[in-house]
Protein backbone atom coordinates (compact mmCIF):
# COMPACT_ATOMS: atom_id res chain seq x y z
CA UNK A 1 0.00 0.00 0.00
CA UNK A 2 2.69 2.36 0.64
CA UNK A 3 4.31 1.55 -2.46
CA UNK A 4 1.19 2.19 -4.49
CA UNK A 5 0.85 5.53 -2.37
CA UNK A 6 4.60 6.60 -3.41
CA UNK A 7 4.54 5.37 -7.19
CA UNK A 8 1.50 7.69 -7.13
CA UNK A 9 2.95 10.70 -5.71
CA UNK A 10 5.75 10.44 -8.33
CA UNK A 11 3.83 10.12 -11.02
CA UNK A 12 1.86 13.42 -10.06
CA UNK A 13 5.40 15.26 -9.37
CA UNK A 14 6.61 14.13 -12.88
CA UNK A 15 3.41 15.54 -14.38
CA UNK A 16 3.60 18.70 -12.26
CA UNK A 17 7.38 19.51 -13.20
CA UNK A 18 6.35 19.37 -16.95
CA UNK A 19 5.84 23.12 -18.31
CA UNK A 20 2.49 23.54 -19.87
CA UNK A 21 2.31 24.88 -23.03
CA UNK A 22 2.84 28.79 -23.36
CA UNK A 23 0.38 31.03 -25.58
CA UNK A 24 1.56 31.13 -29.12
CA UNK A 25 0.58 33.83 -31.42
CA UNK A 26 2.57 33.26 -34.73
CA UNK A 27 1.58 29.47 -34.14
CA UNK A 28 -2.05 30.84 -33.94
CA UNK A 29 -1.72 32.74 -37.30
CA UNK A 30 -0.42 29.79 -39.15
CA UNK A 31 -3.54 27.95 -38.00
CA UNK A 32 -6.01 30.91 -39.47
CA UNK A 33 -4.00 31.21 -42.28
CA UNK A 34 -4.18 27.16 -42.56
CA UNK A 35 -8.02 26.76 -41.84
CA UNK A 36 -9.15 30.16 -43.80
CA UNK A 37 -6.79 27.95 -46.79
CA UNK A 38 -8.89 25.06 -46.18
CA UNK A 39 -12.05 26.70 -46.03
CA UNK A 40 -11.56 28.99 -49.14
CA UNK A 41 -10.52 25.27 -51.08
CA UNK A 42 -14.15 24.07 -49.73
CA UNK A 43 -15.99 27.14 -50.78
CA UNK A 44 -14.35 26.64 -54.37
CA UNK A 45 -15.08 22.92 -54.53
CA UNK A 46 -18.93 23.69 -53.28
CA UNK A 47 -19.21 26.55 -55.93
CA UNK A 48 -17.61 24.90 -58.78
CA UNK A 49 -19.46 21.34 -58.53
CA UNK A 50 -22.88 22.95 -58.80
CA UNK A 51 -21.52 25.65 -61.55
CA UNK A 52 -22.09 24.36 -65.79
CA UNK A 53 -19.25 24.92 -67.53
CA UNK A 54 -21.26 26.84 -69.98
CA UNK A 55 -21.41 29.76 -67.47
CA UNK A 56 -17.28 29.51 -66.34
CA UNK A 57 -15.93 32.05 -68.84
CA UNK A 58 -18.66 34.88 -68.63
CA UNK A 59 -18.44 34.29 -64.77
CA UNK A 60 -14.72 34.67 -64.94
CA UNK A 61 -14.95 37.51 -66.82
CA UNK A 62 -17.42 39.46 -64.96
CA UNK A 63 -15.46 38.98 -61.37
CA UNK A 64 -12.52 40.18 -63.32
CA UNK A 65 -14.19 42.95 -64.21
CA UNK A 66 -15.55 43.78 -60.46
CA UNK A 67 -13.61 46.57 -58.83
CA UNK A 68 -13.30 44.96 -55.24
CA UNK A 69 -11.07 42.42 -57.71
CA UNK A 70 -9.06 45.01 -59.86
CA UNK A 71 -8.37 47.39 -56.31
CA UNK A 72 -6.62 43.85 -54.78
CA UNK A 73 -5.01 43.15 -57.73
CA UNK A 74 -3.74 46.80 -57.52
CA UNK A 75 -2.71 46.56 -54.39
CA UNK A 76 -1.07 43.48 -54.47
CA UNK A 77 0.67 44.72 -57.69
CA UNK A 78 -0.77 41.77 -59.73
CA UNK A 79 -1.38 42.17 -63.96
CA UNK A 80 -4.64 40.31 -64.60
CA UNK A 81 -3.03 40.30 -67.82
CA UNK A 82 0.06 37.99 -67.01
CA UNK A 83 0.56 34.87 -68.64
CA UNK A 84 -0.96 33.09 -65.21
CA UNK A 85 -4.64 34.64 -65.83
CA UNK A 86 -4.47 34.48 -69.55
CA UNK A 87 -4.02 30.87 -69.07
CA UNK A 88 -6.94 30.44 -66.64
CA UNK A 89 -8.94 32.14 -68.81
CA UNK A 90 -8.08 30.14 -71.99
CA UNK A 91 -8.87 26.88 -69.57
CA UNK A 92 -11.64 27.92 -68.25
CA UNK A 93 -13.44 28.24 -71.63
CA UNK A 94 -12.32 24.80 -72.80
CA UNK A 95 -13.63 22.77 -69.79
CA UNK A 96 -16.53 20.72 -69.48
CA UNK A 97 -18.90 19.84 -66.86
CA UNK A 98 -17.20 17.02 -66.17
CA UNK A 99 -14.02 18.98 -65.82
CA UNK A 100 -15.63 20.85 -63.62
CA UNK A 101 -17.00 18.02 -61.47
CA UNK A 102 -13.47 16.91 -61.13
CA UNK A 103 -11.60 20.60 -60.44
CA UNK A 104 -14.16 20.12 -57.65
CA UNK A 105 -13.54 17.36 -56.29
CA UNK A 106 -9.94 17.78 -56.55
CA UNK A 107 -10.66 21.25 -54.22
CA UNK A 108 -12.14 19.46 -51.54
CA UNK A 109 -9.87 16.48 -51.83
CA UNK A 110 -6.82 19.05 -51.43
CA UNK A 111 -8.70 20.97 -48.59
CA UNK A 112 -8.57 18.29 -46.49
CA UNK A 113 -4.36 19.18 -46.10
CA UNK A 114 -4.56 22.56 -44.71
CA UNK A 115 -7.96 22.05 -42.55
CA UNK A 116 -6.15 18.13 -40.63
CA UNK A 117 -3.03 20.79 -40.34
CA UNK A 118 -5.37 23.69 -38.95
CA UNK A 119 -7.07 21.53 -36.25
CA UNK A 120 -3.80 19.46 -35.74
CA UNK A 121 -1.60 22.66 -35.08
CA UNK A 122 -4.92 24.03 -32.76
CA UNK A 123 -4.41 20.87 -30.65
CA UNK A 124 -1.21 20.87 -30.18
CA UNK A 125 -0.43 17.74 -32.17
CA UNK A 126 3.37 16.95 -32.90
CA UNK A 127 2.12 14.91 -36.08
CA UNK A 128 -0.01 17.85 -37.35
CA UNK A 129 3.48 20.01 -36.84
CA UNK A 130 5.55 18.19 -39.00
CA UNK A 131 2.52 17.55 -41.82
CA UNK A 132 2.79 21.34 -42.21
CA UNK A 133 6.51 21.17 -42.15
CA UNK A 134 7.07 19.06 -44.76
CA UNK A 135 3.57 19.73 -46.90
CA UNK A 136 4.94 24.18 -46.71
CA UNK A 137 8.02 22.58 -47.67
CA UNK A 138 7.16 20.85 -50.37
CA UNK A 139 5.65 23.49 -51.77
CA UNK A 140 8.81 26.19 -51.68
CA UNK A 141 10.94 24.27 -54.61
CA UNK A 142 7.59 25.13 -56.89
CA UNK A 143 6.80 28.33 -55.96
CA UNK A 144 10.17 28.80 -56.54
CA UNK A 145 9.90 27.61 -60.21
CA UNK A 146 7.41 29.51 -60.63
CA UNK A 147 8.79 32.53 -59.61
CA UNK A 148 11.74 31.97 -61.89
CA UNK A 149 8.77 31.51 -64.96
CA UNK A 150 6.43 35.34 -63.90
CA UNK A 151 7.86 37.25 -61.13
CA UNK A 152 4.45 38.32 -59.15
CA UNK A 153 4.06 39.56 -55.80
CA UNK A 154 1.34 37.73 -55.12
CA UNK A 155 4.01 34.15 -55.80
CA UNK A 156 6.48 35.92 -53.46
CA UNK A 157 4.45 36.48 -50.55
CA UNK A 158 3.11 32.59 -50.81
CA UNK A 159 6.70 31.53 -50.96
CA UNK A 160 7.78 33.71 -48.01
CA UNK A 161 4.95 32.75 -46.00
CA UNK A 162 5.47 28.74 -46.45
CA UNK A 163 9.54 29.68 -45.69
CA UNK A 164 8.79 31.36 -43.07
CA UNK A 165 5.81 28.38 -42.18
CA UNK A 166 8.55 26.22 -41.96
CA UNK A 167 11.30 27.88 -40.26
CA UNK A 168 8.80 28.50 -37.06
CA UNK A 169 7.33 25.58 -36.98
CA UNK A 170 10.88 23.45 -37.14
CA UNK A 171 12.76 25.95 -35.28
CA UNK A 172 10.04 25.67 -32.52
CA UNK A 173 8.82 22.01 -32.47
CA UNK A 174 9.90 20.88 -29.18
CA UNK A 175 8.31 24.27 -27.21
CA UNK A 176 4.90 23.70 -29.61
CA UNK A 177 4.45 20.25 -29.70
CA UNK A 178 5.53 19.44 -26.33
CA UNK A 179 3.25 16.13 -25.49
CA UNK A 180 2.12 15.32 -21.91
CA UNK A 181 2.69 11.52 -20.77
CA UNK A 182 0.70 10.64 -18.75
CA UNK A 183 2.02 8.09 -16.16
CA UNK A 184 0.38 5.05 -15.20
CA UNK A 185 0.73 3.02 -11.81
CA UNK A 186 2.68 -0.19 -12.20
CA UNK A 187 0.59 -3.15 -11.37
CA UNK A 188 2.06 -5.34 -7.90
Known amino acids: MAFDTKVSLQGISAAEQEAPLRRAPTLYLIIFFKLAKGLLA ?3 ASVLYFQPATQLPTEYEQLMGRPIVKQTFHYLRIHPENKFFTRLAMKIADVTDAGVRDAAIGALLWS ?11 FRVKWAGWLAIVESAFFVPVEIY ?6 SWFMIGVTVIN ?10 RERLFHQHHHHHRPEV
Open 42 to 44: VFL
Open 112 to 122: LFPLTEGIGLL
Open 146 to 151: KLLEDV
Open 163 to 172: IFIVWYLYSN
